[in-house]
């Protein structure tokens, strides 16, 4: 690109910033993750297909990046863990809301003196923690054997074991 990533996108800001990492956060985690891992779970599908068909899209759809794309993949395998550990999506959305900003905040302060930039730092630091010790205390494992709300109509969850229970799809 002749220009910056975050130009081409029309982000010149932290407020564009943030609305543009919720929509992508809510896009990709509900339809490429949630849905996908929900759906091939539910029609029994082993572990290592679940993560190949839902990593595999994320490098098209980030090849805007270049080779940085292929890292995405490293994302993706993380929120489909969080997602298949704890069947729910605050964590999921948290973890690449998360990422999204941090790598958008490191984009806009591109422009900034150097000097200024390590200040940032300890703030960010703060901010993410914080997020994950609330993520930690609201979004526990779920066991397997015991309902929970992301339960579906028929009694069976959305994360994989080894062996999932049948879950009729009607």
């Avoid at 932290?14 to 539910?42: C, K, M, P, Q």
């Avoid at 863990?81 to 973890?95: D, E, F, I, S, T």
């Avoid at 901010?127 to 709300?149: E, F, I, M, N, Q």
Wanted: with cysteine; net charge neutral.
């Amino acid at each position: 690109m002749k220009s910056g990533q975050m130009s081409a996108f029309g982000i010149d800001n932290l407020g564009t910033l943030t609305i543009s990492a919720v929509s992508t956060v809510a896009f990709e985690d509900v339809v490429l993750v949630a849905a996908a891992t929900a759906l091939l779970t539910a029609v029994r599908r082993p572990a290592w297909q679940i993560y190949t068909l839902v990593c595999v899209p994320e490098v098209p759809l980030h090849a805007y990046l270049g080779l940085p794309a292929i890292g995405m993949l490293l994302l993706a395998a993380g929120r489909v863990w969080l997602y298949r550990q704890y069947g729910r999506l605050l964590p999921v959305m948290a973890a690449h809301f998360t990422f999204d900003l941090v790598g958008g905040c490191l984009m806009l302060i591109h422009g900034l003196p150097f000097y200024y930039r390590p200040l940032l730092a300890p703030p960010l630091g703060v901010a993410v923690s914080w997020t994950g010790a609330r993520l930690a205390k609201t979004a526990k494992p779920v066991d397997p054997d015991s309902p929970s709300p992301s339960t579906t109509s028929d009694g069976g969850t959305p994360n994989s074991t080894a062996h999932p229970d049948a879950v009729s799809i009607q």
